[in-house]
């Protein structure tokens, strides 16, 4: 939760006032522009409240990890479908602002139903999961931080990411000693983000050393 919160802060102070031609502005994550990225931010975060209200499974059966498979979820059907639903969320908004600040009541309207959750609450996702609400707010984790990287670049601004999501998500991507090998590579927490992505290429070198310490990037779409 603190990392959540902490992130969803930071990218709804980023796009704060950002005038029309910078919500036109194309992204990394093409064929969104800016708002249109923010859409799908907003829509992703945007589950949780149907989650949790609804029926409880008995047990969770994957976690924050294996939510990442690659299967059906990355499929070209999947992408076009999640391409639509972003660019819908975002048209239904006047303004870009108003995006902005839908955005800001939907991650805090999460945060309060999260929180007033009993420890151990299992939820199922959308595919059918069955996960610990605590491993699904760790995959939010993962769409705030990354896309806010995205968005920072696309509108010119200086990263945003924070300490708390940068370190859960180097421990999500790792596994326990992720810390340690992003230090051992000489990255800070936003290179070794943009390079477990793919939004920044590995060198040879770098390469060698990911290989040499045993280091398995997670599929994320």
């Known amino acids: ?6 992130e969803a802060e930071r990218l709804s102070a980023g796009v704060r006032g950002l005038g029309d031609e910078a919500w036109s502005r194309p992204t990394v994550c093409v064929p969104w522009t800016v708002r249109e990225l923010l859409g799908h931010v907003t829509v992703v975060v945007g589950w949780l409240p149907g989650m949790v209200a609804g ?7 994957v976690s924050a ?3 990442y498979r690659g299967d059906g979820r990355f499929s ?9 639903l972003a660019r819908e969320r975002a048209a239904r908004a006047a303004e870009g602002d108003g995006l902005a600040e839908e955005f800001g009541e939907v991650w ?7 929180a007033a959750e009993p420890e151990g609450r299992v939820v199922r996702t959308r595919h059918g999961d069955p996960m610990l609400l605590t491993d699904f707010l760790v995959t939010r984790v ?3 931080a990354v896309h806010g990287l995205d968005l920072a670049a696309a509108v010119g601004r200086e ?13 999500l991507l790792l596994g326990p000693e992720g810390l340690a090998a992003v230090d051992v590579l000489g990255w800070d927490r936003v290179t070794f983000l ?5 939004r920044v290429p590995l060198s040879g070198a770098e390469t060698a050393e990911v290989e040499r310490a045993g280091i398995r990037w997670l599929s994320l779409g």
């Not at 029926?55 to 059966?61: G, K, L, N, V, Y």
């Not at 943009?194 to 793919?198: F, I, L, V």
């Open 55 to 61: 029926e409880a499974p008995a047990r969770a059966t």
């Open 194 to 198: 943009r390079k477990a992505t793919g």
């Open 76 to 84: 070209p059907e999947s992408n076009e479908r999640r391409i639509g």
């Open 142 to 144: 993962v769409e705030v």
């Open 159 to 171: 990263p945003w990411l924070s300490e708390s999501a940068g370190d859960l998500l180097a421990h």
């Open 1 to 6: 939760m603190g990392a959540f919160t902490a």
């Open 65 to 67: 990890v294996d939510y």
């Open 108 to 114: 805090r309207l999460v945060a309060r139903l999260c």
